[in-house]
């Protein structure tokens, strides 16, 4: 899809040499349609490499999609220049009278924090308020969906034993949901977190529907309000060498990690990193554009606010729906 970025995004040249069609300002303000609008809210340290990643999963759709990244104003990144972030980021106040067609809220390595100990947490609580009335869906990752279900549905996260690393085996649950539309039945993601959720109180929130899970990692891809908040537990998005990044950083701090499973051939870090999640993440974030540009109304202002479409799912939360094995 052409990918509408800023002029000088040091990720533009990045995607044009992968083949990525991505399309600048200048190149956009000639063309007579109107683009999805989506912002993504990145709390990863490392915000380059979370906007090559996003970037990559949301250019296979064929509809010009306008991309604009936001911060927190409340925490001070130590990880990326402040003159990327003045060039390319937007606040919170930028935006708060905008309408967005979608919303990303990325991962942040404060999980094993409680939230209100979290230092942007009031401002992430104001954030998600605002996008229950100011965004059609929102789609929230790994730490950000622990937040949001915390924040929206009382959902509480619970430390792992160990953490978990690698990539992991998740199954459909109900292939009729957008969300799993082409999807194979068995489909791997990386995961990287140190909590879960109440898998229990999951379980007994009937606004809440769980389309995919693993054996492993528990639920995988949460759905409430007609789709139009998503919550994914796992790192579809990740580039194939993002979990080797994390392993050799902790290995480096001395916390002696295990070797992410099912990742490197024969388990040896020093072969390269098997790429096998790909396909499934970009089908995964095709069907959410897909759904964002069917269902948003052409005036962004006309937006139902959330709560309206509110709904109780009717079938157990972890029932197949009878056509896994049709095709």
Known sequence: MPIKVQNNLPAKPILEAENIFVMDENRAISQNIRPLKIVILNLMPLKEDTELD???VLSNFPIQTEISFMKVSTYKSTHTSSTHLN???LEFKDVQEDYFDGFIITGAPVEKMDFSEVEYWKELEEIMDW???HVFS???ICWGAQAGLFHHYGIRKVLLEKKLSGVYKHRVLHR???????MDDEFFVPQSRYTGLDEEALKNNKELYVVADSEECGSYIILACSSRQIFVTGH???DRYDLDKEYKRDLGRGLNPDVPVNYYPDNDPEKEPILSWRSGSNCIYSNWLNFVYQETPYVLEDLRPVSEDSYLRENHWSERDGTVSST
Not at 176 to 182: Q, S, T, V
């Open 236 to 238: 579809s998005e990740y």
């Open 54 to 56: 996003l970037l990559r």
């Open 176 to 182: 009729k949901k957008m969300l799993m539309r082409g």
């Open 131 to 133: 996008s229950k009335t």
């Open 138 to 140: 929102t789609f929230h």
């Open 87 to 89: 060039a390319f980021y």
